[in-house]
């Protein structure tokens, strides 16, 4: 099976984007690279990547608009999903938060009947292989926390900002930590 890869600048450091031609397979921060590697061997034996030449595919002119500002161009982009069944329902799910939103772990497990389930929807959050399509960033703690981010809470929370999530200010924010 080919996978197009695609290299996107981002405020956010580099993306790398794959997909098998028809639909978005992944979508990772490319310093984290190795996880992504791992997540296509195991759901895409004996894919061959290869580097995508045009540089106008529509799903990276919809994370640039994205990232320009157009917050639901994302929206748009068809997304092929491998997981658990359980991992393929919490990332459906997190497709009805709306930019803007953030929803806590324990209502997304609510909203999936499950829930004692809120370990199991952060773990499922956690190894979600379409970052910032599929909004795994806007689940947050109980307490307005922000919690839980495998590409790092540092860019949680510019994603959240840039969506005009308002957040409490970090220590830093606050002048509460000098260097």
């Excluded at 045009?54 to 068809?78: D, M, N, W």
């Excluded at 069944?85 to 772990?105: E, P």
């Excluded at 379409?130 to 809470?153: E, F, K, M, N, Q």
Aim: with cysteine; proline share 4%.
């Amino acid at each position: 099976m080919e996978l197009l890869l695609d290299r996107i600048t981002s405020p956010l450091g580099d993306l790398l984007l794959v997909t098998d031609h028809s639909a978005l397979c992944a979508l990772e921060f490319a310093s984290f690279e190795g996880r992504l590697l791992q997540y296509l061997r195991k759901h895409y034996e004996g894919f061959a990547l290869v580097t995508q030449t045009a540089k106008t595919t529509v799903y990276r002119q919809c994370v640039e608009a994205y990232f320009a500002g157009e917050l639901h161009s994302l929206a748009s982009i068809p997304v092929r999903l491998c997981g658990t069944d359980f991992q393929k329902q919490v990332w459906q799910r997190l497709g009805d938060i709306r930019a803007g939103q953030t929803w806590s772990y324990a209502a997304l497990a609510a909203q999936l009947n499950a829930p004692k389930a809120v370990r199991a929807v952060g773990m499922a959050n956690s190894r979600n292989p379409v970052a910032i399509v599929v909004p795994c960033h806007r689940v947050i703690g109980s307490d307005g926390a922000l919690t839980g981010y495998a590409g790092g809470i540092d860019r949680k929370r510019w994603l959240l900002q840039h969506e005009g999530v308002e957040l409490e200010p970090t220590p830093l924010q606050l002048g509460l930590i000098w260097n």
